[in-house]
C-alpha cells in the first residue's frame, strides 16, 4: 500500500511538472485568483461594456453639426503628415500610443460630452476607443467609417480601395459548432489586484500599433484552418454567408463568463469579424486585454462581399457614406 501511494504522489509531482504554467478553462474557472478570473470579473462588475452597449460610434453628420460645441472633443490618431494634410476643424492631433498619457494628463475628459477618436477608416479608432472605454473613460466613441465618411479625398485612400466582392461566391452558409470550453489565457502582470492587472494589460496594449491586428481578406480565405474565426453578427447575416468555419458569436451577448466567453481558444489565433471591421475592432481590443491572440478581419465582410451589404443595408460602405464636408488643410 505504501509503494502505490508513493507512485501516485510521484506521477502527480511528474504530471504537475510537465504541465509547466499550462491554463486550463476548469483551472481559471475554479481559481478566482488567476488573473485572467479576476480581470473577466472585474470588467464584467464595472460595466460589462463590450457585452452591453458596445460598439459606441459617432456619425459624421452630428460631429459636424457640433464643430462649435465645446463640449465635443474630437481627436484625429492619424499621422501628423495625413492631419497637416487635412482635418476636422477644431481637432486635435494624438498619437495612438500617446492617447492613454493624454486622457490623464493633458484634458478633464470629464469635462466633455463626447470625445470622438477618429482615424482614416474608423477601424483603429475603434479599437482605441474600446481602449480608453476600458480605462473608464465612458464618453468616448469613434468616427463610424473614419476619415472616409468627412470627404471623398479620404475615402479613395481607404474604404473605395478597399471594399469588393472578390470572395463573395466562396462563402460557407451551413453554419458550425461553437466548440467546448478549453484553455484560457493565462496572465502574467504579476499583480493581484483587478485594478492593477488591467492597468498592466492597458499599457501594453496602448503600446502596440493596432496595425499588428489586422488580418486581410486574402490570407483568411487562402487558408481559413489558420484562424478561429468569430463571426461577430447576427444570425440573418451569418446565414447569408460567411468564411468556412467561422462560427457565429451573437453581438452583445456572447462574450461574458456566463455565455460563450470560455469557448474561444487560448492556443490558437482568434479572428474576429464583422460587417465594417469597427465593431470587431471593439471586441479585439476586449480579447487582447484578456490575454487572448486576436486580429480583426481589415475592412470586415465588406473586404469580400461588398454589394451584398449594400443591397441588403447591413453596414456596406458606397459613395452616400461619404458627406464631403469642408476640411482644415
Not at 476548469?26 to 460589462?48: I, P, R, T, W
Not at 482635418?87 to 460630452?113: G, R
Not at 490570407?219 to 461577430?232: E, Q
Request: hydrophobic share 40%.
Amino acid at each position: 500500500m505504501k509503494k502505490i501511494t508513493s507512485f501516485f504522489v510521484i506521477l502527480f509531482m511528474a504530471t504537475t511538472l510537465l504541465s509547466g504554467f499550462k491554463s486550463t478553462a476548469q483551472d481559471n474557472l475554479d481559481n478566482s485568483k488567476s488573473e485572467f478570473g479576476l480581470l473577466v470579473q472585474y470588467l464584467e462588475e464595472n460595466g460589462n461594456f463590450i457585452n452591453t452597449d458596445a460598439p459606441a460610434i459617432v456619425l459624421a453628420d452630428e460631429i459636424k453639426e457640433n464643430l462649435a460645441n465645446k463640449k465635443y472633443l474630437v481627436i484625429d490618431i492619424r499621422s501628423e503628415s495625413w492631419f497637416a494634410y487635412g482635418h476636422i476643424k477644431n481637432a486635435v492631433n494624438v498619437a495612438p500610443a500617446e492617447l492613454l498619457n493624454y486622457f490623464e494628463t493633458k484634458i478633464t475628459p470629464s469635462n466633455f460630452d463626447k470625445i470622438t477618436i477618429v482615424c482614416y477608416s474608423g477601424q483603429s479608432a475603434a479599437y482605441y476607443a474600446s481602449l480608453l472605454r476600458l480605462s473608464g473613460y465612458n464618453n468616448v466613441f469613434n468616427l463610424k467609417w473614419g476619415m472616409s465618411s468627412w470627404t471623398t479625398e479620404f475615402a479613395e485612400k481607404a474604404w473605395l480601395k478597399n471594399t469588393n466582392n472578390v470572395f463573395a461566391d466562396k462563402l460557407q452558409t451551413t453554419p458550425n459548432a461553437m466548440p467546448a470550453i478549453g484553455e484560457l489565457p493565462m496572465l502574467k502582470t504579476g499583480k493581484t489586484e483587478a485594478k492593477e492587472i488591467l492597468k498592466e494589460r492597458l499599457k501594453g496594449a496602448f503600446a502596440k500599433p493596432y496595425s499588428e491586428f489586422i488580418v486581410k481578406a486574402d490570407s483568411v480565405f487562402k487558408s481559413p484552418a489558420d484562424f478561429y474565426i468569430v463571426n461577430y453578427v447576427n444570425e440573418e447575416k451569418y446565414n447569408t454567408g460567411h468564411i468556412e468555419g467561422a462560427v457565429r458569436y451573437e453581438p452583445k451577448a456572447s462574450l461574458s463568463s456566463t455565455t460563450s466567453l470560455f469557448t474561444l481558444p487560448a492556443n490558437k489565433k482568434v479572428l474576429v469579424q464583422c460587417s465594417a471591421g469597427q465593431s470587431a475592432a471593439y471586441v479585439v481590443a476586449y480579447l487582447h486585454v484578456l490575454g487572448y491572440d486576436v486580429s480583426n478581419l481589415g475592412y470586415g465582410s465588406n473586404s469580400f462581399m461588398n454589394k451584398i451589404l449594400v443591397e441588403k443595408g447591413w453596414d456596406g460602405f458606397s459613395a452616400k457614406e461619404i458627406k464631403n464636408f469642408p476640411i482644415v488643410e
